[in-house]
């Protein structure tokens, strides 16, 4: 309706008056900018005197000091050995999770994802990567099949929010006539690692079924029932043991995990925390967000091999351009201090014995180090220039703002279980 003496023309001028962007962001500062998410644990991480680490929008549990333990390192080192020895548990809850559905989800994957998810078997697990439109890498994680117009992807917590946006732009610009649609359930849900040499037994004691080899294989997934809850029982590990992970409604989270920690307790194990799982995940040789810093390739990263040579995918032909690939690019390598002081610092440059740390002199830098109570030692990533073929030579690691001047040896990125038996026991 009119309103009367205006003239249609006057009145949508009225309507499509400009609202400044300052009114709707009024009051957006600090906190209310960016506004906290919490475990489903949080509470019970409190209680247990958890310090907490901010790590993207999310709260998580550094470590879970016992009584008589003045540092984090000796709760780290203790909560490492749970999962190396016996079985540990951790809310990873934090982990994005994108639900991805239509009759042409397969077909959307393919196009997202530098492997072939339209083949994957239902009940199935991949790991996968994602590259961006001009070839370096976006992210990488799993990709679940639930059914079959039905799939489950995950990223890491601090990437989620830039994959929804890449998923949404390939969708609107380069897939616009395809049948898909995908919405972040990361929420919805609370999830909780098992891992360690007795997660199967503990996951069997806590849901009365057997989970052997045949029954729930490496990188498969199961419906199971935990005290009348739907759940979701994932076979993954980013801890390189036989692991798990289980899936349910969020409002069941605190529950389910004080119920895992005590199972877990009772078997010599207990929970762990960030610190715990980063360590867990270097000696291991996997990447995050530290390595994955979007100057990275596939190639780089030792993962050439995950872009199918069958199918095309975005960023596929940019990933093949000589400057992205090759001897003169940072690859990913592990690193052991080898000097007097066998200490190792994120952040570090990489330099030839001899030669001053400058510009023109620079073979790469550490990205991810820890003390690790496995191997005795500190170890590190990092990416050094033709570094896969100086596997055994010596680097020195540089940090001038710290006075920090240490020998390195350039080692294998895997430094425990190299072949993988563990994970698939």
Known sequence: MMRKGKSLADQSMMISTPIPLAALGAGGVGKDFQPPRYLPTHK????MNAPMVKEGDWFRPRCFPHKG???WRQACDREVGYVRNHVGVCDVSSLGKINIKGQDAAAFLDMVYTSKMSSLELGRIVYGLMLREDGFVLENGTCTRLAENHFLITTTAIAEKDVMAHLEFVHQSLATPLDVSFISVTDDFAQFAV?????????????????N?????????MDVIVSDVKAKLFRISFSGELGYEISV???YGDGLMRELIKLAQEMAGGIYG????????????FVNHREIDG???????????????????????????VGLHGAHRGQLVGLRPCAAVKKLLAGSVMVEQGEKPIRENLKGHVTSVCYSPTMGQMIGLGFVKNGRARLGEKIRAVDLVRDFDTLCEIVDPVFYDKEGVKLRG
């Open 249 to 251: 409604p969020r409002k």
């Open 44 to 47: 019970l991480n409190k209680q």
């Open 213 to 221: 080899n045949e029954i729930l294989p490496f990188l498969a997934v």
């Open 69 to 71: 333990e003045t540092h």
């Open 195 to 211: 891992a360690g040499p007795k997660s199967r037994e503990l996951l069997e004691q806590l849901l009365r079924i057997d989970l």
């Open 295 to 321: 100057r990275v390739t596939a190639d780089d990263l030792g993962k050439s091999a995950l872009i199918s040579p069958n199918k095309d995918c975005v960023g596929k032909i940019m990933a093949a351009r």
């Open 274 to 285: 960030l610190e715990a799982l980063n360590v867990l995940r270097i000696e291991k040789g």
